[in-house]
Structure formats: structure tokens, C-alpha cells
């Protein structure tokens, strides 16, 4: 069965510090991780994703995350946050055969609050 | 390209009453999945449609059903509405639906049912 954990609901920095949001997965067959960020009254945005490949996937925003089978994670990261990335970050993976096929499986969800 | 488009963003009902929310795929794409999203219960999976078939459905009762039209695009129909049907319903496309694909998300339609 497929499931992702988001072990935060909240994660506070400061501007310019680096940000990691953490995601930790579970699946039957291959891992086919994503992050989306929403932002208030507002859908679903993509950021990146891992399907195969280099273990750190780079996205939009300056956003990036690094894939670990080891440890079955894959945390977003950023560099330097800015106050404009608080938001809603999501977590999911993507059911692969029958009956889980076209859905995705999301976390609970981390708000990141970017302080000035 | 455009992207999702979901009608009406806002909606009031009241309890017992049905409702049919509205999808527009991004141009091309030809799966569309459904998903409600509540403070409680976070996303949760209605169903996906491709080529006017339902693939898969959620666990989600009854009152809760879709359909795609030849042009991919979608509705989901509530009927007999309950309070704890406020939600914000997401529609989102993709390609061919397979796994590899991004799935890409509306603005969503916010249903309050009083």
C-alpha cells in the first residue's frame, strides 16, 4: 500500500536560512514522489518530482529534494527561504497499477512560515 | 497552454440539496482525477476518469459520482448534501494518467453547505 508521513505540521525559519521540509514514504513497487505547495484559496502547485534517476531532483522556485531509498525520504529543500514561500507544502506519491492508478497518495501537509 | 479551470469556484447549499462541479483539462490531457480536501480529513481521492471511463474511485459513498465527457472534460455530481461535504474539491489532469505523469490542479471549487 502506498503512504507518505509529513512529521511536521508546522516549520518556522527565518528569511534567508536554508528550509527543509521533511517526507517520508512507503510503497509496494517504485517510488513516484512529488511536492506541491498551495498557497491560501488557492489549488494544488507542482514543484518537482523524483521518478528515476540523479537523487536530487531540482524544481521551481529554487526549490529542491533529495531522494533516499535507504531511508525511505525525500525532503524538500531551498537554500535561502524567502517570506513569499510560506505556504502549504505537500507530499505525495503516485499509485502505480490497478486500482491505484491516476491517484496520489498525500501527507498530511507542513505550513512553512518564512519570518522577515 | 491553458491550465485547469474548475466551475464555480464558490458555492452555497444547503443540506439535502445536489450540486455538480465542473473540470476543464489542461488541452490535450485526457485522465482527470477528483479530490476533496477537508481540515480534517487533508486530500482525499474521489476518482479519475480517462477516456470517458472511471479507472478508479475512492472510498467515498455514493452520493459522490463524476463522469467525463468526449472532450475530457469533467463533473462530479453530490447528491442529498450533508454538512460535512464543505469542502474544497480539487480536479486535477494529466497526459494519460500513468504514474510517471504530474498530475496538474485546478484553483478548486469551495462547496459550504449549510
Known amino acids: 500500500a502506498q503512504s507518505v508521513a509529513q512529521p511536521e505540521d508546522q516549520v518556522n525559519v527565518a528569511e534567508g536560512n536554508p528550509l527543509t521540509v521533511k517526507c517520508t514514504y512507503s510503497?509496494?513497487?517504485?517510488?513516484?514522489l512529488f511536492w506541491y505547495v498551495q498557497y491560501p484559496n488557492r489549488g494544488l502547485q507542482f514543484l518537482l518530482k523524483?521518478?528515476?534517476?540523479?537523487?536530487l531532483v531540482k524544481g521551481s522556485y529554487g526549490f529542491e529534494a533529495e531522494f533516499n531509498k535507504s531511508q525511505t525520504s525525500f525532503h524538500l529543500k531551498k537554500p535561502s527561504a524567502l517570506v513569499s514561500d510560506s505556504a502549504l507544502y505537500f507530499c505525495?506519491?503516485?499509485?502505480?497499477?490497478?486500482?491505484?492508478?491516476?491517484?496520489?497518495?498525500f501527507g498530511r501537509g507542513t505550513q512553512l512560515t518564512v519570518w522577515p | 497552454k491553458a491550465g485547469v479551470t474548475q466551475t464555480p469556484r464558490y458555492l452555497i447549499k444547503t443540506r439535502g440539496q445536489q450540486v455538480t462541479l465542473s473540470c476543464s483539462p489542461i488541452s490535450g490531457h485526457r485522465s482527470v482525477s477528483w479530490y476533496q480536501q477537508t481540515p480534517g480529513q487533508g486530500l482525499q481521492f474521489l476518482f479519475e476518469?480517462?477516456?470517458?471511463?472511471?479507472?478508479n474511485k475512492g472510498n467515498f459513498p455514493g452520493r459522490f459520482s463524476g463522469r467525463q465527457f468526449s472532450n475530457s472534460r469533467s463533473e462530479m455530481n453530490v447528491s442529498t448534501l450533508e454538512l460535512g461535504d464543505s469542502a474544497l474539491y480539487l480536479c486535477?489532469?494529466?497526459?494519460?494518467?500513468?504514474?510517471?505523469?504530474?498530475?496538474?490542479f485546478g484553483p478548486g471549487t469551495r462547496l459550504l453547505v449549510l
Open positions: 510503497v509496494s513497487g517504485n517510488p513516484y
Open positions: 486535477a489532469s494529466s497526459s494519460s494518467g500513468s504514474e510517471i505523469e504530474t498530475q496538474y
Open positions: 476518469y480517462f477516456s470517458e471511463t472511471q479507472r
Open positions: 505525495a506519491v503516485r499509485g502505480a497499477r490497478g486500482s491505484t492508478l491516476g491517484r496520489l497518495y
Open positions: 523524483y521518478i528515476t534517476g540523479d537523487n
